[in-house]
C-alpha cells in the first residue's frame, strides 16, 4: 500500500480517539498513512514508492482545563524537500541551515550520532564557535561530545573558560580561591584569597611574574550588599572587612564592620572601626517625593593624604601618613555624611550629607549650609537636588522644577527615575522608569529625548541595588538596562551604539577614561557552569573584543588592557586589544 501522498496528494492527514485508560497511550496504526514504509528516525518513515518523508506523532488533547486528555491525537505531516534533504544526508551545513526549521524532539540527536562519524573536525569548530542560535538539544550533544571526545582540550577550557588565548599567571594552594583583585599599578595587582575560612590579602606583580607580600585578614564584608570591598582610591587600597547586622528582616541593611588601608606596597596604615549609618526610607514619611527605598553612604573621600569618613553623625578626619585621628566634624541636625566630599579653589570644604551640602572653612566653621526635607538621589555640581519623583531643587535659589508626562487621558503625572542622574560636561543625563531618558543642559533644558532608559536602581523594587548602568568616558554616554539593551550616547545626544542583550549586566566601567567594558551574565548549553561574557567597545561604540570568561571572580583590567581572572585556584591573564581569539 502506497502513502496517502501517492494516493491523493495529500500532505497532511489527523484523527482523534477518545481516552478510554488514562494510563494507557492508544496506539495508532500508520500502515492507512504510509503503508509501505521505512522507519530513518524516531516518528519520521519513507514511503519505499515515491520516497515521501512523513513526520508522523500522538499526543494527548482536549479541554486544557481537564486533569487528563479527553482524546489522543494522531498528525501526519509531508516534510518539505528542504528539510527532506537533511534527513537523507546530514551533514553540518545542513544543520545550521535548518537550526530554526522543526523537527521531532530527538531529531537533532540522531543525526549528529551520524554526523560525527564523517565530520569530526566540522563538529569540533561548530561546538568551540559557541553559536548561540543552535537549538539546545544540539548544544547540550555537544557538550557531552566535546567532552568525550577530546578530554584534555576540555579540561583546558574548564580551568581557563573562552578564549584559549589567555595565559597563566600564577596558581595559588590547591583549595585556595580568589575572591576579588584590583589593580594598583600598571603591572601590579592586589588580591584577596580564601583558603579554609582563612583569608588572605596579597600583591602580585605582573612582570617580574611572583608574589610582591602577602598578610593575612579579617573575613571581607560579604553578607549584604555586593559592594566594592577591596578598590583603590587616590593612591591607596582600601579594604571593608567584617559584618554590622543592619535588620533581622533586611539584609540589604547589612553594613561592614572595619575599614583596613593599605599603601600599594601592602603596609597597614589604619584599621578603623565603622559607624556607618543605614536605613530603610519609607514613602510615608517622604511620600510624592521618594519611595520605599534604601539610604546607604558606604562611601569616603581621601584627598591628598586625609581620609574623611562618615561615622555616625560626624566626619572623621584621618592623616593617612601618620594614620592618626586628627579631628572630628559634628553635623547639625545630626545630619549623615554620605562620605562624598570635595575642596574648592579658595581651600574650603564641601561636603554632601545625605539630605542636602555642608560647607567649611579651614577653621571648620560653616561657610554654607542646605537641608533638604528629603533624601536626593543625586547632587549636582551646581548644588542641584534630584530627587527619586522627577523633582529638581536647586540649593541656590530654591527653585523647583518638575519632568512629568501627559498620559492618554490627560493626566500629567511627575516621572519617576530608574537610577541616580549622572552628570558629564555641559549637562545631566536624567534617566526614567520604564519611559525613557532625557539629556539635559546646564540649566536643565533639554537636549534630547531617548525611547531606552536604565535599569531600575533606585525604585520600590530595586531593594538598595549597588550597581551603576550608566558610565561617562572623556565623550561619551554609555547606558546599559539589564536584558534589554546597551547605548552610547555623545555629550550632543547623538546615538553611537545600540545593542540589543538578554543577561544581566554585572558591571560597566572603564580602564582609560576611553575605552568602556561591559560585563554580562551569561549561560548557554555548551558549558556545565555560569560564565561571564566580556565586552570592550572602542568610543566609536564598535565591539573590539568579545570573551567569554569563567566568571567575575578575581576579574579586573589594568590601564594597558590586560585583564585577569580566576579559575579555582589559578590566575590567568588576557590582552583584550590582541587581534587573535576575539571570541
Given at each position: 500500500m502506497s502513502c496517502l501522498f501517492c494516493q491523493k496528494g495529500s500532505s497532511r492527514f489527523s484523527r482523534l480517539e477518545p481516552v478510554r485508560d488514562e494510563r494507557q497511550t492508544h496506539s495508532f496504526p500508520i500502515d492507512d498513512i504510509v503503508g509501505n514504509s521505512l522507519n530513518p528516525f524516531q516518528e519520521i518513515y519513507e514511503c519505499k514508492d515515491c520516497h515521501s518523508l512523513w513526520w508522523i506523532k500522538t499526543r494527548g488533547t482536549g479541554d486544557p482545563r481537564s486533569t487528563y486528555p479527553e482524546f489522543y491525537e494522531q498528525t501526519a505531516e509531508r516534510i518539505d524537500d528542504q528539510r527532506s534533504e537533511l534527513i537523507r544526508n546530514p551533514s553540518v551545513s545542513g544543520l545550521i541551515n535548518h537550526k530554526n526549521s522543526v523537527f521531532p524532539y530527538s531529531f537533532f540527536e540522531e543525526i549528529l550520532e551520524i554526523i560525527s562519524q564523517k565530520e569530526r573536525e566540522a563538529l569540533k569548530t561548530l561546538y568551540l564557535r559557541r553559536d548561540s542560535d543552535l537549538p539546545s538539544t544540539v548544544k547540550r550533544w555537544l557538550l557531552q561530545w566535546f567532552q568525550k571526545e577530546y578530554p584534555n582540550e576540555f579540561q583546558e577550557i574548564q580551568k581557563k573558560g573562552f578564549p584559549t588565548s589567555a595565559g597563566h599567571l600564577f596558581s595559588l594552594e590547591e583549595n585556595e580561591t580568589v575572591i576579588v583583585s584590583e589593580f594598583i599599578a600598571k603591572d601590579q595587582l592586589a588580591l584577596i584569597t580564601s583558603l579554609e575560612e582563612k583569608y588572605f590579602i596579597q600583591g602580585y606583580d605582573l612582570t617580574e611574574k611572583k608574589i610582591l607580600w602577602k598578610g593575612p585578614i579579617g573575613k571581607p564584608f560579604l553578607e549584604g550588599l555586593p559592594i566594592p570591598i577591596l578598590f583603590y582610591q587616590s593612591g591607596y587600597l582600601c579594604f571593608y572587612q567584617g559584618f554590622q547586622k543592619g535588620s533581622e528582616y533586611f539584609s540589604k541593611l547589612n553594613r561592614p564592620d572595619t575599614l583596613c588601608i593599605y599603601d600599594i606596597s601592602g603596609k597597614l596604615i589604619i584599621s578603623i572601626p565603622l559607624a556607618f549609618k543605614c536605613y530603610e526610607i519609607l514613602s510615608t514619611e517622604e511620600r510624592d517625593v521618594s519611595e520605599n527605598r534604601i539610604s546607604h553612604n558606604f562611601g569616603f573621600t581621601i584627598l591628598g593624604d586625609t581620609l574623611y569618613l562618615p561615622h555616625q553623625f560626624q566626619i572623621q578626619v584621618y592623616d593617612l601618613k601618620s594614620g592618626k585621628l586628627i579631628r572630628n566634624i559634628s553635623l547639625p541636625k545630626f545630619e549623615i555624611f554620605s562620605g562624598k566630599a570635595f575642596e574648592?579653589?579658595?581651600?574650603?570644604?564641601?561636603?554632601?550629607?545625605?539630605?542636602?551640602?555642608?560647607?567649611?572653612?579651614?577653621?571648620?566653621?560653616?561657610?554654607?549650609?542646605?537641608?533638604?526635607?528629603?533624601?536626593?538621589?543625586?547632587?549636582?555640581?551646581?548644588?542641584?537636588?534630584?530627587?527619586?519623583?522627577?523633582?529638581?531643587?536647586?540649593?541656590?535659589?530654591?527653585?523647583?522644577?518638575?519632568?512629568?508626562?501627559?498620559?492618554?487621558?490627560?493626566?500629567?503625572?511627575?516621572?519617576?527615575?530608574?537610577?541616580?542622574?549622572?552628570?558629564?560636561?555641559?549637562?545631566?543625563?536624567?534617566?526614567?522608569?520604564?519611559?525613557?531618558?532625557?539629556?539635559?543642559?546646564?540649566?536643565?533644558?533639554?537636549?534630547?529625548?531617548?525611547?531606552?532608559?536604565?535599569?531600575?536602581?533606585?525604585?520600590?523594587?530595586?531593594?538598595?541595588?549597588?550597581?551603576?548602568?550608566?558610565?561617562?568616558?572623556?565623550?561619551?554616554?554609555?547606558?546599559?538596562?539589564?536584558?534589554?539593551?546597551?547605548?552610547?550616547?555623545?555629550?550632543?545626544?547623538?546615538?553611537?551604539?545600540?545593542?540589543?542583550?538578554?543577561?544581566?549586566?554585572?558591571?560597566?566601567?572603564?580602564?582609560?577614561?576611553?575605552?568602556?567594558?561591559?560585563?554580562?551574565?551569561?549561560?548557554?548549553?555548551?558549558?556545565?557552569?555560569?560564565?561571564?561574557?566580556?565586552?570592550?567597545?572602542?568610543?566609536?561604540?564598535?565591539?573590539?573584543?568579545?570573551?567569554?570568561?569563567?566568571?567575575?571572580?578575581?576579574?579586573?583590567?589594568?590601564?594597558?588592557?590586560?585583564?585577569?581572572?580566576?579559575?579555582?585556584?589559578?590566575?590567568?591573564?588576557?590582552?583584550?586589544?590582541?587581534?587573535?581569539?576575539?571570541?
Open positions: 574648592t579653589e579658595s581651600g574650603n570644604l564641601l561636603f554632601h550629607t545625605l539630605k542636602g551640602i555642608l560647607g567649611i572653612n579651614s577653621s571648620d566653621e560653616i561657610i554654607f549650609q542646605y537641608l533638604s526635607p528629603y533624601h536626593p538621589v543625586f547632587i549636582d555640581s551646581q548644588f542641584q537636588f534630584y530627587f527619586y519623583y522627577a523633582i529638581v531643587e536647586s540649593a541656590n535659589t530654591g527653585e523647583k522644577k518638575e519632568f512629568k508626562q501627559t498620559h492618554d487621558s490627560g493626566i500629567s503625572l511627575v516621572r519617576e527615575l530608574a537610577s541616580p542622574p549622572v552628570e558629564f560636561p555641559g549637562g545631566v543625563y536624567l534617566p526614567f522608569s520604564l519611559d525613557g531618558s532625557l539629556l539635559l543642559d546646564s540649566q536643565l533644558r533639554t537636549i534630547k529625548e531617548f525611547p531606552f532608559s536604565t535599569t531600575d536602581t533606585i525604585g520600590p523594587h530595586s531593594f538598595g541595588t549597588t550597581k551603576t548602568p550608566v558610565l561617562v568616558t572623556e565623550d561619551r554616554i554609555i547606558i546599559t538596562n539589564d536584558f534589554s539593551g546597551i547605548y552610547m550616547i555623545d555629550f550632543s545626544g547623538n546615538l553611537l551604539l545600540e545593542k540589543q542583550i538578554q543577561s544581566e549586566v554585572l558591571s560597566v566601567f572603564t580602564f582609560d577614561g576611553k575605552h568602556t567594558i561591559i560585563i554580562l551574565s551569561f549561560h548557554d548549553d555548551y558549558s556545565d557552569g555560569e560564565e561571564t561574557k566580556l565586552l570592550l567597545f572602542s568610543p566609536k561604540g564598535d565591539v573590539i573584543t568579545e570573551k567569554l570568561l569563567p566568571g567575575p571572580q578575581g576579574l579586573s583590567v589594568s590601564f594597558d588592557g590586560i585583564c585577569v581572572f580566576a579559575k579555582n585556584n589559578q590566575m590567568f591573564s588576557l590582552y583584550l586589544f590582541s587581534a587573535d581569539d576575539s571570541r
